[in-house]
């Protein structure tokens, strides 16, 4: 049986759903599923912790309707939970995933994704928060996995995004 080092703190799970956010103060594996849905991640260099938002729509202008599943609030509001934490902009960096057209999606899924991947850049440029890296586009869904200590990323590509994809898992998952 392997040991377990004590020293380095062991990370818990969280799936993020969409039109929430999730900024852990403890070293967490935060996952998802994207479709033509965009995730931004942020990293605080300094403070060596990260959070994840998840939206499903660009933009609203309704305070009524002011969530997180808009990406100019959700992204703006990820930003702010930084700052907040007293982290400066100078030392927060991004990655921004999703934003895929799927050909099986709703007739307006293209420029939604499109629309997506741009309002996380424009947020992320008026936080003046530098993006480091993205995958966005294309026509595959996406299945991320963001580990909130070491700003590490995994993602696996996929065809389709099945009901089994979604926490609480349901069937099979291969």
């Not at 912790?49 to 002011?66: C, E, I, Q, V």
């Amino acid at each position: 049986m392997a040991e377990t080092d004590t020293n380095y703190p062991q990370p818990q799970e969280y799936f993020l759903q969409p039109g929430y956010i999730y900024v852990p103060r403890t070293p967490t594996l935060i996952s998802t599923v994207l479709g033509s849905c965009v995730a931004v991640c942020i990293w605080d260099r300094k403070k060596e912790y990260g959070g994840m938002n998840h939206f499903l729509y660009p933009s609203t202008r309704d305070s009524a309707k002011s969530t997180a599943q808009y990406g100019n609030v959700s992204t703006k509001a990820l930003v702010e939970f930084f700052l907040d934490d007293g982290c400066n902009p100078k030392n927060l960096e991004a990655q921004i995933f999703g934003g895929a057209f799927l050909p099986d999606g709703p007739e307006r899924s293209a420029e939604v994704s499109r629309e997506n991947v741009n309002m996380a850049r424009t947020m992320l440029q008026k936080s003046k928060v530098r993006v480091v890296s993205e995958d966005v586009g294309g026509s595959k869904g996406r299945k991320l996995v963001y580990n909130s200590l070491s700003n590490e990323v995994l993602i696996i590509r996929v065809d389709t995004i099945r009901k089994s994809d979604w926490y609480p898992y349901e069937g099979k998952r291969r």
